[in-house]
């Protein structure tokens, strides 16, 4: 069964993974110039141009920058005027993605809030009025997820989206090692159990609908109802 499911996932990316020069680019340069190889992969990404552009289009927030891969294909879905707020820890991190940000032509859409998550989404959540958010993507330290979200919970709009990568796995798939039906087991250690507990939260939350796409490592997608207004 794995070796089948690798071969899907490897049928999905030769099919839905098409990017750009610089896109296919990006993440090469990135790991020569020493950051981490850490990237959604193209199919995923094009799913988050997809959703962007479903929403409303007019902000969104990325939570985890890194090189500014996922960033561009969020800044791709969005509506005319609309923008990316993107949070960054990482001084260096931040510095490359704001290039790739002005070579893919996304720079006036994009702003970079450099900080950790924790610190800079409270600033976020006091600078905007609730249901004023489209889109927030979660990529970043996956222990502080839950607390993430009860953050920006607030500030999605009826029928805004949150979405968050990483919800089956990273590098391993620990809904394997979990069996599917949430104990501990042996190895996935805290980041597995945390977003096994992100993941329940959102889904048994009356307000959204949600949903895992298993495209590369899971990604959540959950939308705020229209009928909460």
């Excluded at 999905?12 to 896109?23: A, P, S, T, Y």
């Excluded at 190889?37 to 920058?65: H, K, P, Q």
């Excluded at 905007?128 to 709009?157: G, M, N």
């Excluded at 919800?167 to 979990?178: A, F, P, Q, R, Y």
């Amino acid at each position: 069964m794995t070796q089948r499911w690798d071969l899907t996932q490897q049928y999905v990316h030769d099919v839905f993974g098409r990017q750009d020069n610089h896109l296919a680019g990006l993440m090469p340069d990135a790991i020569a110039a020493g950051l981490p190889d850490i990237a959604v992969s193209a199919e995923v990404g094009r799913l988050l141009t997809i959703l962007t552009s479903l929403t409303r289009g007019m902000l969104a927030i990325e939570v985890g920058t890194l090189a500014g891969y996922s960033g561009i294909w969020i800044a791709r879905g969005l509506k005319p005027g609309g923008r990316l707020i993107t949070i960054e820890a990482e001084p260096r991190h931040a510095d490359f993605a704001q290039r790739q940000f002005e070579r893919a032509g996304v720079a006036e859409r994009v702003h970079i809030r450099r900080g950790r998550a924790l610190d800079v989404l409270p600033e976020l959540a006091r600078a905007h009025p609730p249901q004023s958010v489209d889109l927030i993507f979660l990529d970043a330290v996956k222990t502080e997820y839950e607390q993430y979200w009860q953050i920006v919970r607030p500030l999605i709009a009826h029928g805004g989206l949150i979405l968050a990568d990483n919800c089956l796995g990273s590098n391993s798939w620990w809904i394997e090692e979990k069996g599917g039906t949430g104990g501990s087991g042996e190895s996935g250690g805290s980041d597995r159990d945390a977003m096994d507990r992100f993941n329940r939260l959102i889904a048994t939350d009356a307000e959204f609908d949600t949903v895992a796409v298993p495209l590369r490592n899971g990604v959540l997608v959950g939308r705020r109802r229209e009928s909460f207004r």
